[in-house]
């Protein structure tokens, strides 16, 4: 069976400063990885997944993730965070084997960017 | 594309009541998805379909739970003698090749 542990429940850091949001899955096969946001009162959306072929993968508003199978680590970083970035961040993955089927998911980073 | 929506959007039920949710996912994708978020939690899944095949459920999901998807569109997820625990946020979600379209969800109390 396939988890997710998101290190931290809440991160909070000022504007323009880097963050990096930890997240570390288990799994007994090889596996597919996610990063989705929720913004305060909106539903969940695809941030980035990690596939195949380059271990790092990136968001289209400059966050990146890189999938790291000797430590199964799929952490989320971003060099400069907005005050627009503030958001619950959520980790998941799935099991290849399952064709991208089901994903476990963790339980959560807050990110607050404060002035 | 629409996206993916759900109805109704809020529920109240009074304990044993049963109750039904509508999810209408991208018509693209063959994969539709239910989960349940309760704060300060992840999404905890409880069942998905390939088209109109039920693939998996949850061994969380008790007998009083059960999702249908007729005609592989869209899905209808079912609570029979609803109970407090019960009361949480359910989230539908379609894929076609990995990554989820999410709906906004339906938010159930149960009083």
């Known amino acids: 069976a396939q988890s997710v542990t998101q290190l931290d429940s809440q991160v909070p850091v000022f504007e323009e400063a880097p963050v990096e949001l930890r997240c570390n899955y288990s799994?007994?096969?090889?596996?597919?990885l996610f990063w989705y946001v929720q913004y305060p009162n909106q539903g969940l959306q695809l941030l980035l997944k990690y596939l195949s072929g380059s271990t790092l993968v990136e968001s289209i508003n400059g966050f990146e993730a890189e999938f790291n199978k000797s430590q199964t680590s799929f952490h989320l970083r971003k060099p400069s965070v907005h005050i627009s970035d503030t958001a619950e961040y959520f980790c998941?993955?799935?099991?290849?084997?399952?064709?991208?089927?089901?994903?476990?998911f963790g339980d959560g980073t807050t990110l607050t960017v404060k002035p | 594309d629409t996206g993916v929506s759900q109805n109704p959007r809020h529920k109240i039920t009074k304990r044993g009541q049963n109750v039904t949710f509508r999810c209408d996912p991208i018509s693209e994708h063959n994969r539709l998805y239910w989960y349940r978020q309760t704060l300060g939690q992840g999404p905890e899944f409880l069942t998905y379909?390939?088209?109109?095949?039920?693939?998996?459920k949850s061994r969380l999901l008790s007998d009083r739970f059960s999702a249908e998807r007729p005609k592989g569109s869209f899905s209808t997820l079912e609570i029979q003698r609803t109970e407090q625990g019960d009361s949480a946020m359910y989230l539908c979600?379609?894929?076609?090749?990995?990554?989820?379209?999410f709906g906004s969800g339906t938010r159930l109390t149960v009083v």
């Open positions: 799994s007994s096969v090889s596996v597919y």
């Open positions: 379909f390939q088209n109109e095949a039920q693939l998996e």
């Open positions: 998941a993955v799935s099991e290849v084997n399952t064709n991208a089927g089901k994903s476990t």
């Open positions: 979600a379609s894929s076609f090749l990995g990554g989820y379209t």
